[in-house]
């Protein structure tokens, strides 16, 4: 993972540094470096002690629950609205999720240390970086009640729906293998799903690679949880 020390900040491109009033950005900018988000690759494991906090300038990060049965269940992601990291806003120091690379992209990193001095030392850092918290956690809860009571349509229209707004882009570097992976769901009922998109024109699935042809229409078909969780997302954001 090639790193760059100094992000400039005409290349500011992570939406949660960017509301940061320019005193507060100027604190952590020093500490900042620019690295690469290669897909797979796994930023902190669950319960691993966390070295930095990244934050998303593109693609897309994935947090993940590894089952003792095997495979895992996705609860959250995070693009360029937010951070890998979360614990550090809470005055902890250890992973609660996997956080995996989905989709491939950029990152400011900081180190954990330098980060968690900046937030207790500062009341304006604290209380931008607690509503951040305050919404991911949202989306954790948001995202169980989806896992539990919707539809592997509506839950895959969703996720899909999510990844869109998180890269800002219809084109998603995406593999079925991955997304049964992070819906926790047979690789066979993703193929199935997908087709069907597909058939009604909201989508087209190729290997490896999905375009969102009809974001109104896919939205219809999905659960009232991709309107919630970027809605308060928007509130924290703007």
Same mark, same amino acid.
């Given at each position: ?134 919404? &991911?956690? &949202? ?100």
């Amino acid at each position: 993972m090639a790193a760059r020390k100094g992000a400039a900040s005409s290349s500011l491109r992570n939406r949660l540094l960017d509301r940061l009033p320019p005193k507060q950005l100027d604190r952590l900018h020093a500490d900042l470096e620019t690295v690469a988000l290669e897909v797979r690759k796994t930023l902190h494991k669950r319960g691993s002690r966390l070295e930095y906090a990244y934050f998303p300038q593109s693609g897309m990060v994935s947090f993940v629950i590894p089952i003792e049965e095997g495979g895992s269940v996705e609860v959250g992601t995070v693009g360029s609205e937010g951070m890998v990291g979360i614990s550090l806003l809470l005055g902890g120091e250890l992973g609660l999720q996997e956080a995996m690379v989905q989709i491939e992209g950029q990152a400011l990193r900081m180190p954990a240390r330098k980060l968690k001095m900046a937030i207790e030392d500062d009341g304006v850092l604290r209380l931008h970086f607690g509503l951040f918290a305050q919404c &991911f956690h &949202f989306q954790v809860a948001q995202t169980a009640a989806c896992n539990a009571g919707h539809t592997l349509d509506q839950r895959l229209a969703r996720w899909l729906l999510l990844a869109r707004y998180r890269i800002g882009s219809d084109e998603l570097p995406l593999t079925h293998e991955f997304l049964s992976m992070m819906l926790a769901v047979r690789r066979a009922g993703v193929t199935v799903t997908a087709g069907t998109l597909q058939q009604a024109g909201l989508i087209r699935h190729r290997r490896g690679h999905v375009t969102v042809l009809d974001p109104r229409g896919l939205e219809e078909v999905s659960c009232e949880c991709y309107r919630r969780i970027t809605e308060q997302e928007e509130a924290v954001l703007s």
